[in-house]
């Protein structure tokens, strides 16, 4: 069955902000109904009304009803005060899919007690534009109807895998839940060693971003690895071996971004509870 023909019935979305609001977008563009959809969110933004208004969701309900599949893109650390207007419009049917950063499946079902099927998902910001990339992992509650649901919602973003073992979701969350803030920084860094080899910033900016979203296209288009194609780039006693002298250093571009990973994840597991 296409992902299309799993999108749930009805589904009510906790939090509309960036990401949850660039997930409703490609559920929409997926062919979800939009009146199947609720979203609670107490300070939704201008272009979440404006989306609400014209495509007919329903925005802050007075009554909603319990939720066949609830959607969590609330802050981490908002769960517990968002949890008291929650549990009742979650049942022992209700799928429950959150997108948390840190919160383990046991911290939701204590915070939601009628959870039982729960589905921990880490999506990432370009799901915005269809290009995402997720983890998942799903409690033993989650019939193969709703994990057919989630695989739905998340495929809808992008990329989707399952993970033998929630431990593995905050690996996942460092690497690609936070990944796209590397890789601006990356445009943001190599666009200011521009302006200090002496471009005009503007020209270095433009020059940093087409270099970056150009080498995802090739990355995406070719059948070659990361490394070949660094390779295919590198020409023996060239420009680029001079540059890869310095980031491939022992204290280098790697040993930096496994320290950041390492942090995010520390980071992930301290927002759990
Ligand atoms: N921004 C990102 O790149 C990613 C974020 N996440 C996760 O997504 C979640 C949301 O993050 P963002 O979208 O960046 O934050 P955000 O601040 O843009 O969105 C949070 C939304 O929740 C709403 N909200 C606050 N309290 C609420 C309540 N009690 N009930 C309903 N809605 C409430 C806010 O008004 C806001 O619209 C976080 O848990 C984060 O870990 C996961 C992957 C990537
Ligand atoms: O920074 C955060 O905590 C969230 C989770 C992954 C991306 N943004």
New binding site residues.
Partial sequence: MTAIGRLPASLTL?????????MLAGWLEAGLDPRAVTI??????GA?AALCAERGIALNPADPALAAVMV?????Q?LE??AV??SPLVGPGTLVLS?????TIADLKARLPGARAVVRA????PASVGRGATGAVASAEVTAEQRAVAEALLSAAGLTEWLDAEAQIDAV?AVS??G??YVFLLVEALAEAGVAAGLAPEVAARLARATVTGSGALLEASPEDAAQLRRNVTSPGGTTAAALDVLMREDGLGRLMGEAVAAAKRRAGE?SG
């Fill in positions: 906790v939090g509309a902000g960036k990401m949850g609001g660039a609670l969110d107490p300070a939704p933004s979440i969590l893109g609330i802050k981490p908002g005060a968002a207007a929650l997108i948390l950063a840190g919160k880490m999506p990432n910001l969350t839940g936070s796209p803030a927002l």
